[in-house]
């Protein structure tokens, strides 16, 4: 398996997004390109996806959008996090480290174990 299946993924998207957003600006196709490139390529978001979870994101108060010209002259949507997203952003990495340590709880390093039998 080379690429990390959406549907493990789909509750961290935001997170993921509201991470990029953290040090500056930034709009989609550059956001996009960020967690290709940071993943590896073991995850590519869709761009329904992204584009979804900055509509969700902006309706939730995590981030805002503004238009901007690019050197080209072209207009672009930027987005920015916002306190709120900070506040998300923070409450989601602590979220994340409880999943972490129960779900490592089921996976074995050799991904198969055989469990202990009834009675033992």
């Not at 930034?26 to 329904?48: A, F, H, N, P, W």
Request: aromatic share 12%; hydrophobic share 30%; net charge positive.
């Amino acid at each position: 398996m080379n690429t990390i299946s959406s549907d493990v993924i789909r509750g961290y998207n935001d997170t993921i997004i509201l991470y990029l957003l953290l040090d500056r600006p930034s709009y989609g196709y550059e956001i996009s390109r960020m967690i290709r490139t940071l993943s590896d390529e073991k995850y590519v978001i869709k761009e329904t996806t992204l584009y979804s979870a900055f509509t969700r994101m902006e309706k939730n108060g995590y981030i805002t959008s503004f238009s901007r010209s690019a050197e080209n002259g072209k207009r672009r949507t930027y987005y920015s996090i916002t306190d709120t997203g900070r506040a998300y952003y923070k409450e989601k990495c602590e979220e994340w480290n409880l999943t972490k340590e129960v779900i490592e709880r089921f996976i074995s390093p050799g991904g198969m174990r055989a469990l202990p039998k009834a009675g033992n």
